[in-house]
Antibody
Framework: QVQLVQSGPEAKKPGASVKVSCKTS????????INWVRQAPGQGPEWMGW????????NYAQKFQGRVAMTTDTSTSTVYMELRSLRSDDTAVYFC???????????????WGQGTTVTVSS | EIVLTQSPGTLSLSPGERATLSCRAS???????LAWYQQKPGQAPRLLIY???SRATGIPDRFSGSGSGTDFTLTISRLEPEDFAVYYC??????????FGGGTKVEIK
């Protein structure tokens, strides 16, 4: 079955970086892009950006531009999201979700990873 | 940026009752690229409805979506115990950023 399995929880200090992985299985990796969505405690989801697993194109939400990088490893069908210069308000659960192959828009996020808790605290 | 406003914030109902959730967009959602998700504590969002009115795979027919333009509705015809959760609307049209509503909590009365 289609699955997205994310890496485990992370605890980081302010100013550090975190890299979260999302390993896919059960479908053709390059047929779907991956979105990253985060959810702060008690808040609604927030879209961070998207990467095409077909050609590596990315589209990041303006709020995260300059601080986020999304990459793929086709040999392991895994997508990575790195967030730099962490602040306390980056504390959230980070989800990967399957989406469009060539564009972030117009394609629903139909399968989600289980989430990775990132805690930023001094 | 398309802002999605959900109402009410909380809906207190009994099992068997009908739930009607609203999602209003600050501008028209292209091609009705509007989805609804259900989320339970400690879990990822689960896709219920996409394209404003199409049920996702495996979703019971008591869930239905309607609307277009700026006004959308999720209806749960008869609440089952497992339906008590938080529901989010989400627009996935082509202009970034993709956005989510603030959520409606459906709680047991």
């Amino acid at each position: 079955q289609v699955q997205l399995v994310q890496s485990g929880p992370e605890a980081k200090k302010p100013g550090a970086s975190v890299k979260v992985s999302c390993k896919t299985s059960g479908y053709t990796f390059m047929s779907y892009g991956i979105n990253w969505v985060r959810q702060a405690p008690g808040q609604g989801p927030e879209w961070m950006g998207w990467i095409s697993t077909y050609n590596g194109n990315t589209n990041y939400a303006q709020k995260f531009q300059g601080r986020v990088a999304m990459t793929t490893d086709t040999s392991t069908s895994t997508v990575y999201m790195e967030l730099r210069s962490l602040r306390s308000d980056d504390t959230a659960v980070y989800f990967c979700a399957r989406g469009g192959m060539l564009a972030f828009g117009g394609v629903r996020m139909d399968v989600w990873g289980q989430g990775t808790t990132v805690t930023v605290s001094s | 940026e398309i802002v999605l406003t959900q109402s009410p914030g909380t809906l207190s109902l009994s099992p068997g009752e009908r739930a009607t959730l609203s999602c209003r967009a600050s501008q028209s959602v292209t091609n009705s690229f509007l989805a609804w998700y259900q989320q339970k504590p400690g879990q990822a969002p689960r896709l219920l409805i996409y394209g404003a009115s199409s049920r996702a795979t495996g979703i019971p027919d008591r869930f239905s979506g309607s609307g277009s333009g700026t006004d959308f509705t999720l209806t749960i015809s008869r609440l089952e115990p497992e339906d008590f959760a938080v529901y989010y609307c989400h627009q996935y049209a082509g202009s970034p950023p993709l956005t989510f509503g603030g959520g409606t909590k459906v709680e047991i009365k």
